[in-house]
């Protein structure tokens, strides 16, 4: 079975900088759509980036464009987020998440049948 353990939250001054880390096990995560979802509070869960299968370059919303940076080490089935110039709304709880099923990789959360446990994000002064 495929499990999902994010890490690399924490809080952070606007402007700063975090590395997420999603790590799977159980299957290479080469074999799904993998995307990173955030989710503040008395918001709905949002797409921040997603990949496809066939390792594409990475899809952002709109609000991380330009700043925020999705990648993945093959070797150590690993996926990470880079988020550079951080703001206040940035915050939120980010989860990792697999769709092993979609022909497409999309952002939309209903899609994604695995879910890590969420890593907290929070910027502020």
């Known amino acids: 079975q495929l499990q999902l353990v994010e890490s690399g939250g924490g809080l952070v001054q606007p402007g700063g900088s975090l590395r997420l880390s999603c790590a799977g096990s159980?299957?290479?995560?080469?074999?799904?759509?993998i995307g990173w979802f955030r989710q503040a509070p008395g918001k709905e869960r949002e797409g921040v980036s997603w990949?496809?299968?066939?390792?594409?370059?990475?899809n952002y919303g709109d609000s991380v464009k330009g700043r925020f940076t999705m990648s993945r080490d093959h070797a150590k089935n690993t996926v990470y987020l880079q988020m550079n110039a951080l703001k206040p709304e940035d915050t939120g709880v980010y989860y990792c998440a697999a769709d092993p099923r979609s022909r497409y990789c999309t952002s939309s959360p209903a899609l994604y049948d695995y879910w890590g446990q969420g890593t907290q994000v929070t910027v502020s002064s």
């Open positions: 159980g299957v290479t995560l080469d074999y799904y759509c």
């Open positions: 990949i496809s299968r066939t390792g594409g370059s990475p």
